[in-house]
């Protein structure tokens, strides 16, 4: 049973915007913090952005004032705005509930196949 699916990635050149949606099951989404998390080519996936099911929301700081989560309740499903993007945000997006709700990597759930974000100079 696919329970996260991930959309919305892309190529775009340093500066442009992309808009990523992740489906989610209602068993991974309702009451849970939801998160975005990336991983690099050649690096360990990282957590970006969370939101709680409040709406309340933390950013790790290289994606701050560029990365906008928010989140429907009654779609159960989470987005993720980039503006300003830089090559550095090059990565494999994917979506998971987090066990916390401060910036500290802790996914609930098996991984989606993620979306691939790719950025040109």
């Known amino acids: 049973q696919v329970q996260l699916v991930e959309s919305g990635g892309g190529s775009v050149q340093a500066g442009g915007s992309l808009s990523l949606s992740c489906a989610a099951s209602?068993?991974?989404?309702?009451?849970?913090?939801m998160g975005w998390y990336r991983q690099p080519p050649g690096k360990q996936r990282e957590l970006v952005a969370l939101i709680t099911s409040g709406g309340s929301t933390n950013y790790v700081d290289s994606v701050k004032g560029r990365f906008t989560i928010s989140r429907d309740n009654a779609k159960d499903t989470v987005y993720l705005q980039m503006n300003s993007l830089k090559p550095d945000d090059t990565a494999v997006y994917y979506c998971?509930?987090?066990?916390?709700?401060?910036?500290?990597?802790?996914?609930?759930?098996?991984w989606g196949k993620g979306t691939l974000v790719t950025v040109s100079s």
């Open positions: 209602g068993t991974i989404f309702r009451g849970n913090v």
């Open positions: 998971n509930a987090n066990a916390v709700t401060w910036m500290v990597s802790s996914p609930m759930a098996s």
